[in-house]
């Protein structure tokens, strides 16, 4: 399944954010770690040319020589001589050793002292009690002789400090994402909302009212752009539709004046057929078939009107008990004809506020759908009752059912599946078009659950009124508009 759009933005600038909190945090370490390194190195250059002139040494003896009135003097040297060590840089041994450094044990011998000094660069060394940096310096006393002179200092404060570093990242770095991903969330909500109040006055556009038009901020920007763009879409759409409206009904009304005098024609044939039964049997038939197609003619008229908003509403509160009861027994007499047993189960009161007339035909389209196509031996089952805030009328059969694929389509108009087309052939597939009309404008819904086969159920949903509202009797049923 694709992310929504706010999904992928958040999740984009999250990802984005992301890379770059951790590559500024790596580079930060990075920099932090070197310059925390060149400060120790400085340090111990520092304190290693500093101690070079407090250091004595005659005949493999090692003293400070300092004033030790002076506190600035004496924290500098006592700071220089921690780590202090020196060494014979001919025989490798070990002359003076700190009382700091000797637990270390950092001792060398004479070849590797000689390359310490030829090198002359500091080392970093690990100890029982930590990393220490030392400083390589070679010292040549008037005295005479060649020493090797250790200075150093310790490395923990550094690699405590780094590990606070990296703690800090291990928490900042998801918090940051986290908070990163609620502020993509919002920002895409934000930035997003323009084009949610589009879609849904985008929604709100049906056929029945093609003047409608998407909101124009003024702003003059994309979404400007595309709602002007859809506007235009809307109008030309609206023309097209209108034309088309306009033919179909203009077609309608002329095709109704020679239909009306060719039937009147064929009822004189049939007249004159005296006992010629083959014709009048011919002349029935092409009555038949002219009524067929008048009746067609009156359907399309029908909903053209309902979908241009011609075709008022006498709303008043309707009790859809009394109604399912009476379109029941008046349509029981067609069920046993074909066999099939027509039950109902309503009972109380379910008012809504609707066209008593309509809501009739509405009925009427599903139990006579339901009847055309249950075979002999088989039932339906119509029901009323109120679920919370809305009334439920159920139609139910044991009939041929309608394939998962087709079910979609079922309220198309004309639209009729295969099986639909061998158990009835003179339907027209208008008269669902027609209940999702009227369930539509009831600002209703209506659902369809099939297996073939085994059944067919058309669930409506009407909003429910008062129940003590008064209800409107429904005229006997007019079976002209069922499908």
Not at 112 to 136: C, H, Q, Y
Not at 308 to 317: E, K, N
Not at 322 to 341: E, F, H, K, N, Y
Not at 369 to 387: I, W
Request: hydrophobic share 45%; net charge negative.
């Amino acid at each position: 399944m694709t992310a929504s759009l706010r999904v992928r933005l958040t999740v984009g600038y999250t990802l984005v954010f992301g890379l770059l909190l951790t590559l500024t945090g790596f580079l930060s370490y990075r920099v932090l770690a070197v310059q925390l390194d060149a400060d120790a190195t400085g340090r111990l250059d520092e304190l290693t040319s500093g101690l070079h002139g407090y250091l004595k040494i005659e005949a493999d003896k090692v003293a400070l020589a300092f004033d030790r009135d002076d506190p600035e003097q004496a924290a500098f040297v006592h700071d220089a001589a921690r780590f202090c060590q020196v060494f014979d840089a001919q025989s490798g041994r070990l002359v003076f050793q700190s009382d700091a450094i000797r637990p270390l044990g950092l001792h060398f011998t004479a070849p590797e002292v000689r390359t310490l000094r030829e090198e002359g660069r500091p080392r970093d060394f690990s100890t029982p009690f930590g990393r220490i940096r030392l400083s390589n310096s070679p010292i040549a006393p008037p005295g005479g002789g060649v020493y090797l002179l250790q200075t150093g200092v310790s490395l923990d404060p550094i690699e405590r400090t780094l590990a606070r570093f990296r703690d800090l990242l291990l928490l900042g770095v998801p918090a940051g994402l986290l908070a990163a991903a609620l502020a993509g969330w919002w920002m895409a909500r934000i930035g997003l909302a323009p084009l949610n109040r589009l879609a849904a006055a985008a929604r709100a556009i049906d056929a029945r009212d093609l003047g409608q038009r998407l909101p124009v901020r003024g702003a003059d920007d994309e979404l400007d752009e595309v709602s002007a763009e859809f506007n235009a879409a809307l109008g030309r759409l609206e023309r097209a539709v209108g034309e088309m409206r306009q033919f179909s009904t203009a077609l309608a009304h002329e095709l109704r004046t020679p239909l009306t005098a060719l039937r009147g024609e064929i009822e004189m044939a049939l007249l004159g057929a005296g006992e010629d039964e083959a014709g009048s049997r011919r002349l029935s038939s092409q009555l038949e078939e002219v009524d067929k197609l008048k009746q067609l003619i009156d359907r399309l008229l029908t909903l053209a009107r309902a979908e241009t908003g011609d075709i008022p509403l006498a709303v008043g509160p309707v009790d859809l008990v009394p109604l399912c009861a009476s379109l029941v027994d008046q349509l029981d007499l067609v069920a046993g004809v074909r066999d099939v047993t027509l039950e109902r189960a309503a009972e109380g009161r379910v008012v809504v506020l609707g066209d008593a007339q309509w809501l009739e035909r509405l009925l009427l389209n599903l139990v006579d759908n339901a009847l055309k196509f249950t075979p002999a031996g088989g039932r339906v089952h119509v029901r009323v009752r109120r679920e919370g805030g809305e009334a439920v009328l159920e139609v139910a059969d044991t009939g041929i059912g309608i394939a998962a694929d087709v079910i979609p389509r079922v309220f198309e108009r004309f639209f009729r599946a295969a099986p639909a087309r061998e158990a009835d052939p003179k339907g027209t597939g208008l008269g669902l078009s027609l209940v999702k009309w009227i369930v539509d404008s009831h600002h209703g819904r209506i659902g369809v659950r099939s297996e073939p086969g085994r059944g067919t159920t058309f669930t409506v949903s009407l909003p429910a009124a008062d129940a003590e509202a008064g209800h409107t009797t429904p005229s006997p049923p007019d079976r002209s508009l069922a499908r």
